[in-house]
């Protein structure tokens, strides 16, 4: 009898499992009122005196050990059946990297947080727009060649021949958010517009059919062409530095009247010349003017008692300059060891 217990320690010992229905079978072999432990005790009863108290231990140490691997067992099977369903072996182990900002955000938000300090507010609007809010409002004649199709994402188009102010399209500046703020709200305005915009490129290390714009607008009484200038030199000042200059060249857009072009000295030389400015000394930043009075007309903002002034920015541009980026479609690619790199930036 000693013998059989002990191949059954040993048996019990080495049982491994890998299903519920196989612990049942243990549980019924081992365990269970018919199983073998229990037959073991039934016969213990014909033991003889002399044996009993040595077969009575190991027939303990038997049942015990049996119950024990059971739990022991059934925890396991448990846990397998709970990971099998959970465990995702292709994460990262700890510690976990942490993420970073990405450039282009970076540079948002750091010519978000200029204007903010003087006053201005965030305005959003939908990247998917009709005409009317891109184009017509912003006193785009219908010919307008940015409304060709080799400008403009067309989604549908009213007739293909000619514009129409119901046509729907991906925004190609963020001009038409302005349009949105000036229809819903009464003057003062003072905003900016953030966001993504659509033009239809060929997509090259310094052109990309997306990218990004900060556009600004300030509607109140009496506001001049003095208060542009002075406030793009501030936050000229504030985003390249206390000693930069700004230069304004006569442009045109549709929307303004007089257009101008901003410059600033060029950081990379110093205003020497390099092949960054093309040796002018001078970088293009931005677009700017005094909203067309047909503007604020077409916006029902009383243009004779009403003025303003608009400008508008890329935000890849600057963002090249400052990381010394030479390709624009890295911004785009999400390559994780591009933007690892700007790990130290908020
Ligand atoms: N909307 C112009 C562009 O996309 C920029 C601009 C905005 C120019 C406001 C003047 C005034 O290029």
Redesign the pocket.
Known sequence: MLDRINNLLAEISAASLKSHEELESFRLKFLSKKGLISDLFEEFRNVSAADKKEIGQKLNLLKQSASEKYNLLKAGLQIISKTSYSMDLTRPSFPWNLGSRHPISIIRNEIIEIFERIGFTVSEGPEIENDDHVFTKLNFAPEHPARDMQDTFYISRISPEDSNPGDILLR????SVQVRVMQSQKPPIRTISPGR?FRNEAISARAHCIFH?V??LYIDENVSFADLKQTLLFFAREMYGKKTEIRLRPSY?P??EP?AEMDVNCTICGGKGCNVCKYTGWLEV????MVHPAVLESCNIDSKKYTGF????GIERPAMLKYQVNDLRLYFENDIRFLEQFKTAF
């Not at 931005?286 to 003017?289: H, P, Q, S, V, W």
């Not at 608009?310 to 920015?313: L, N, T, Y």
Request: hydrophobic share 35%; charged share 5%; net charge negative.
């Open positions: 190609t500046h963020t001009s915009v714009q556009e600004g857009f929307f303004t257009s931005l677009g700017c003017g608009a400008f508008g920015m």
